[in-house]
């Protein structure tokens, strides 16, 4: 495998089954899904040959965005922008003395302060913790699969096609709502008391390519926040079918390289190529 990260740990096995599906249909090239995970672990790798054998099939790579604009300087300037609140806002002010204390607790615990926390937006916030979350739990955004086909796809000079924009990323990420900003950190709060268990069981249905298990995991992160999944998930999934059915008919076979939710259950980019007449087979 070229440029893989390093299997350090030697403990768990490829997926036996990879989250990786291809698409026919007469008279137009195939299209790869693969189902990543933007958090990684290294016995992930080396990815199981069906996927290599996919990836280098392709004449082009598809992936959620740009990630080289993504760890630029103007992008973590962009961040900065909509991240941080006014100077004459705090987010103690935005929630409950009871709240604010939990999430104090829950920060110190994962490395924040509360000076730090002070100026945080209530969605950057919970993005920055989670994030945080993932790693005390051993998964790393420099080993994510898309992080690293990404590397690769731009290293071999094959031909990448980007989603969306960063932007469209960010404005996304900062539209997020719950009724009030106390209950999206209640919610976060939640989250965050979850993450072992569900960073262990995410790992386990990826491993073993269980699309439905995988699907319902998802769904019950959306619990009672349906317009977020709509958003998040049903929206990005028709813009981006129009997109990748419009490459596939100038004839491009293209490898797909998205995040694993976008690929399963109801209104997945699989269910529409399905619905647009594609025969779509998972690997075995």
Known sequence: MKNAPANTTGNDPPPSRPLLW???RPGAPPVAFFGVLHFG???????PPSVENAYDAADMAAFET??????????????QARGVLPPDESLPNKLSASTWQRLLTAAAS??????LLSTLTPWYCSSTLTSAALRRNGL??????????FSRATAENKAIHCLETPEQQLALLASISAESDETLILNLLDELEAMPEFSRHLLTLWRQGDAAPLARLISRSFTNHPDQQERMLKNRNDAWFSQLERLNNHGHRIFV???????????????LFRRRHFKVVQAE
């Open 41 to 47: 672990v290294p016995d992930m790798y080396p990815l």
């Open 110 to 115: 994962l490395g924040y302060s509360s000076p």
């Open 66 to 79: 740009d990630l080289r604009q993504v760890s630029s300087p103007a992008f973590a300037a962009a961040i």
């Open 22 to 24: 291809t698409a026919t």
């Open 257 to 271: 390289a998205v995040g694993a939710g976008h690929l399963v259950g109801r209104g997945s980019l699989i269910s």
């Open 140 to 149: 790393a955004s420099a080993l994510g699969l898309d992080t690293y086909l």
